[in-house]
């Protein structure tokens, strides 16, 4: 399995990159909002999982490593496919499925596009029992750490930030709050970024 690639964005569509590997550019398919917050030019790092099937070879990717997880555990579920989970965290982050499927919460499944109520209820009823360790380590380690840096960053650079006065900007931030920052919401650490930027 190819778990992750790291190289240099090319280009960008509304659920794709292609990431420049080697001197290779590879195709990638990523949930909407991911795709977004990706810039041109810019080097990234994406989780990756391959989807084989007799027609084809599709590289799926995500900015954290508990959303490729999500991703494949999704389709253990009889009637989801690679599309559908793709959707599903294209709209929700993984601790927000996780919720929604041990609350049995079959309201906000059905809004994923392709699911419908049969599919949503077939989700619960499949996967309750193998959600909890998400909702658990959720909003703690390196991926929740890796969130709000990648949310931030797209925030920034949507301001007129480049890339790289960016991550300046969300090296000092994180410097001066330590281990604090993972329990800060994003639209005050955008407030703090903003701040830091104009001492500077």
Avoid: C
Avoid at 18 to 25: A, K, L, N, P, R
Avoid at 109 to 118: A, D, T
């Amino acid at each position: 399995m190819i778990a992750s690639v790291s190289g240099v964005v090319k280009a960008t569509t509304l659920n794709s990159a292609v990431i420049e590997v080697g001197g290779v550019g590879l195709q990638v398919a990523l949930p909407a909002r991911f795709a977004a917050s990706l810039i041109v030019g810019t080097h990234t790092e994406i989780f990756t999982t391959l989807v084989v099937r007799e027609d084809s070879l599709t590289l799926f990717g995500f900015d954290r490593a508990d959303s490729r997880d999500f991703f494949d555990l999704l389709q253990t579920v009889s009637g989801i496919g690679p599309k559908v989970a793709q959707s599903a965290l294209s709209i929700y982050e993984p601790e927000e499925l996780a919720s929604a499927i041990a609350s049995e919460n079959s309201a906000a499944l059905e809004r994923i596009p392709g699911l419908g109520k049969k599919g949503a209820q077939r989700t619960v009823l499949e996967l309750k029992d193998k959600v909890s360790d998400v909702i658990r380590t959720s909003g703690s380690g390196k991926s929740a750490k890796s969130h709000w840096r990648t949310q931030l960053q797209s925030a920034l650079i949507g301001l007129g930030f480049t890339a790289r006065d960016a991550e300046a900007t969300i090296d000092s931030v994180a410097t001066d709050l330590g281990s604090k920052i993972d329990e800060i919401d994003i639209s005050q650490l955008l407030k703090l970024a903003l701040q830091n930027r104009g001492r500077n």
